[in-house]
């Protein structure tokens, strides 16, 4: 158990909806990561948090957006599904905001599946 | 372009042999290395990591990795293999002032008891 905790486990939905993927990073880590996971795209990191502060972007659309509460909990929010949307989504934490360098902790996952 | 390549989708071993997983690079900066696995049903799970000085590196799990710069390769090996380590296996690169953390695509490791 890495101590990260994502809700929802499994998510479905149709086209053209829009939902909300929560994570809880480990105690006393102030940043926050979101990857997504598709048999198509593989592993991407979408984007990076810290403190509350968007730190570093990758691969994330335009229709999707994130925030870091002030308790640095996080929420990903994704709009407009398609089918492509498809996939896991990965949470992950770290203590400090040296990103990729420090080590990750990454939690279960959500799964997500637009009908 | 950047890109990172795990040539090897599955692999098959028996328990108690070794292990190699490859994975190559092309970076244009100094590379970060790192290798992952998941487990089934479970999150990403660092095993080890390569910034700079001894090429071998130790991980968790009795893993070990080897930087060959000639080569552009990072590749992950394991002396004596047990069922656990059963799971899919990621490479990932970046650089220092980056935001770019390039995966491979992964190669599943199955165990034959």
């Known amino acids: 158990d890495s101590g990260v905790t994502q809700t929802p486990k499994h998510l479905i939905t149709a086209t053209g909806q829009r939902v909300t993927l929560r994570c809880s990073p480990r105690?006393?880590?102030?940043?926050v990561y979101w990857y997504q996971q598709s048999l198509d795209q593989g592993l991407q990191f979408l984007i990076q948090?810290?403190?509350?502060?968007?730190?570093a972007k990758g691969n994330i659309l335009e229709r999707f957006s994130a925030q870091q509460f002030p308790d640095l909990h996080s929420e990903l929010n994704l709009s407009s599904l398609e089918l492509g949307d498809s996939a896991l989504y990965f949470c992950?934490?770290?203590?400090?905001?040296?990103?990729?360098?420090?080590?990750?902790?990454f939690g279960p996952g959500t799964r997500l599946l637009v009908l | 372009a950047q890109s990172v390549t795990q040539p090897d989708i599955h692999i098959t071993v028996s328990e108690g042999a070794s292990l190699e997983l490859r994975c190559n690079y092309s970076?244009?900066?100094?590379?970060?290395l790192f290798w992952y696995v998941q487990s089934p049903g479970q999150g990403l799970q660092l095993l080890l990591k390569?910034?700079?000085?001894?090429?071998l590196v130790q991980g968790i799990k009795g893993f070990e990795a080897e930087f060959k710069r000639s080569q552009s390769s990072f590749n992950l090996r394991k002396p004596s293999v047990h069922w656990s380590d059963a799971a899919e296996y990621f490479c990932?690169?970046?650089?220092?002032?980056?935001?770019?953390?390039?995966f491979g695509t992964g190669t599943r490791l199955k165990v034959l008891a």
């Open positions: 948090y810290y403190n509350g502060e968007e730190r």
């Open positions: 970076y244009g900066a100094t590379p970060y």
């Open positions: 390569y910034f700079s000085g001894d090429t």
């Open positions: 990932a690169v970046t650089t220092s002032g980056t935001y770019k953390y390039i």
């Open positions: 992950a934490s770290s203590p400090g905001a040296g990103g990729f360098l420090e080590t990750q902790y």
């Open positions: 105690s006393g880590d102030l940043s």
